[in-house]
């Protein structure tokens, strides 16, 4: 049964930084490619990165240069750290994985980003 669990979300004025946790279990997290997508309020899910098994990433241009998407494998935990956080930036974010041709997800953290 695959897990994911999100966390480390939370309030952020403009400008700031969050660091969101993925923790897995039920996959053999070292071979698989991980995403983060986020959905705001009244908007559709979107992707906002991915990463490979072997680390290689890939970022939606309206992250780029902003957030960065790393894993541990020796902990099968997925990471995405943000920075230069704006309002824009305010979402549900979910971590992801694709098993047997079924997208999972966790239950999402929640991300608001305001002074």
């Known amino acids: 049964q695959v897990r994911l669990v999100e966390s480390g979300g939370g309030l952020v004025q403009p400008g700031g930084s969050l660091r969101l946790s993925c923790t897995t279990s039920?996959?053999?997290?070292?071979?698989?490619?991980m995403a983060w997508y986020r959905q705001a309020a009244g908007k559709q899910r979107e992707l906002v990165g991915d990463?490979?098994?072997?680390?290689?990433?890939n970022y939606a241009d309206s992250v780029k240069g902003r957030f960065t998407i790393s894993r541990d494998n020796a902990k099968s935990t997925l990471y995405l750290q943000m920075n230069s956080l704006g309002p824009e930036d305010t979402a549900v974010y979910y971590c992801?994985?694709?098993?047997?041709?079924?997208?999972?997800w966790g239950q999402g953290t929640q991300v608001t980003v305001s002074s």
């Open positions: 992801s994985v694709l098993v047997r041709g079924d997208r999972n």
């Open positions: 039920g996959i053999i997290f070292s071979i698989k490619a």
């Open positions: 990463i490979t098994s072997s680390g290689r990433t």
